[in-house]
């Protein structure tokens, strides 16, 4: 479908009636090192505080990642996502708490089992670590009155979770998943979350969260008959060309049709970003202008026309809100992650681009 026609389309197709609230947001798990490193964000020219610039431009829901205690960094561990969910509550936001039961990152392509667990190869004991350290984030969040509103059960567990690094990866070996295993792993974390949130004011909503909108029905399909069900949400990540073969309007087919097959799960982009240029050698996104398609150039009126046309497409299949990958990562003073990103929604200066403004593109 040409994207001058999609647009016709969402223009005049009314948006559905929806029973819970629209999430639109960003991950701001970078927030604590971007603001000790002094970056620097502008809004309207006027320097701000980079929570405040996205309560005001429409975001009521904050995602933040842990790694696990293996992490020899000083961030995405437990004081930094103190730190970053204070922030949010301070503008009034939401957040969404993203276990990645990794020392470093857990996606698509990798779960690596953290460095103290890797000796445990007993199932069950797998299963009652990942449920003891699930259980203990969340109890020391309810404690400080920061029990987030949603929680991932790991980030985009496509392949098998907790697998020794030498492993086959990547998001082709949903056949070689033990699912015998893999679900113990999966419902032990979300007996975790279900059992915190009984004894806290706040009930965390779970999700789990799978890349690329072409693997989210194989995979959900493949849980269900393992018996992992209780869940309230389903999580997809989407970057375009760049990683998936789907374009816009598949991607709402697939929402429209996780809608039907699983009528009590809402469906949330969790994670998207695009390009406003491309990324010069030795700058940090892993998506520069590669990620642009056809009809969305990258440039700053490209990103958001990407950005207004994706959020509309999720919405209008019924999907329950938008977040942006990342979206903060702006030259700064520090020696790592401090020449900035061309997938931001701020420009090298700091300054907020027009595609911040996709989360009112109702």
Not at 172 to 185: P, S, Y
Not at 301 to 309: A, N, P, S, Y
Request: aromatic share 10%; glycine share 8%.
């Amino acid at each position: 479908m040409k994207k001058t026609v999609l647009a016709a389309a969402l223009a005049l197709c009314p948006l559905p009636a929806f029973a819970t609230e629209l999430y639109f947001g960003a991950d701001l798990s970078y927030a604590g090192q971007m603001l000790d490193c002094k970056a620097v964000y502008r809004d309207n020219e006027a320097p701000a505080d980079i929570f405040t610039i996205f309560k005001n431009h429409g975001a009521n829901l904050i995602r933040v990642r842990i790694w696990t205690d293996g992490n020899k960094g000083p961030y995405s561990n437990l004081p930094d996502v103190i730190r970053v969910i204070r922030a949010a509550r301070a503008q009034g936001m939401q957040v969404l708490l993203d276990f990645h039961y990794s020392d470093s990152w857990a996606d698509a392509g990798k779960q690596i089992i953290p460095a103290g667990w890797a000796d445990i190869h007993d199932t069950d004991a797998l299963a009652d670590t990942l449920y003891r350290y699930t259980a203990y984030i969340m109890a020391t969040l309810d404690h400080q009155g920061l029990m987030p509103e949603m929680v991932q059960v790991g980030n985009e567990i496509n392949p098998e979770m907790l697998m020794p690094a030498a492993e086959p990866k990547g998001q082709d070996h949903l056949h070689a998943i033990d699912w015998a295993r893999n679900a113990r792993l999966v419902n032990a974390g979300i007996r975790a979350v279900r059992e915190a949130g009984a004894k806290s004011k706040i009930k965390p909503r779970i999700m789990l969260q799978i890349a690329q909108p072409e693997n989210v029905e194989p995979w959900f399909a493949a849980a269900a008959k393992a018996g992992v069900t209780d869940f309230d949400l389903i999580g997809i990540s989407y970057y375009g060309h760049m990683w998936s073969t789907y374009d816009l309007p598949q991607t709402g087919d697939v929402i429209r049709r996780l809608r039907a097959a699983y009528p009590n799960k809402d469906v949330m982009l969790v994670e998207t970003a695009f390009p406003y240029g491309a990324d010069l050698p030795g700058m940090h996104s892993n998506l520069s202008a590669k990620a642009a398609m056809p009809g969305y150039d990258a440039t700053p009126e490209g990103q958001k026309k990407f950005l207004v046309d994706l959020t509309r497409t999720v919405l209008a299949a019924g999907g329950d809100g938008v977040n942006y990958w990342a979206p903060d990562l702006v030259p700064n003073s520090c020696p790592t992650r401090n020449t900035g990103s061309r997938t931001s929604l701020f420009d090298l200066d700091g300054n907020t681009l027009p595609a911040i403004d996709f989360m009112k593109a109702r």
